[in-house]
């Protein structure tokens, strides 16, 4: 497929009624990974489903953890909207299970947490590298 190739767009464009449901979230170890993020996000891990092993978000979404083991896993970026009061809970169990965490997404600053766009935020690796991100306000987008 080329580059410039032009798709042909709805009449109007519109986001209403289309959501995330799942994607799947590639581990060496699904159980280690699922309960790694469920301890940190203080969720719970679901029932496995086939492969994969589901942990619920709060907007419906579902991360199913699923063991990738013919390569190396490939470090994605999933992000957390958290409300204010179960930040602070985040970094205590962060800390309590000695993982580093830091303000920025290129790791330069352990132990501190950022304020953007008014609220917090952190960011830590999951046991597979992939770059985990927990904040009380989402990025203010143009
Ligand atoms: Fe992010």
Known sequence: MSTD????????????????????????????????LA????????APFGPFLPVDLGNGVTLDFYEKSDEP????????????????????????????????????????INRLFGGRGVYFDDPDGHNMEVMTRPYARP
């Open 73 to 112: 896993i490939q470090s994605q970026h999933y992000a957390f909207l958290v409300p204010e009061e179960r930040f602070d809970p985040v970094v205590a169990r962060l800390e309590a299970l000695g993982v580093t965490y830091y303000a920025d997404p290129a790791h330069t600053e352990p132990g501190r």
């Open 5 to 36: 190739q032009q798709y042909p767009l709805a009449s109007e464009p519109s986001a209403a009624g289309v959501q995330l449901n799942h994607t799947a979230v590639y581990a060496s170890d699904r159980h280690l990974s699922a309960e790694f």
């Open 39 to 46: 301890a940190v996000l203080g969720l719970r891990v679901g």
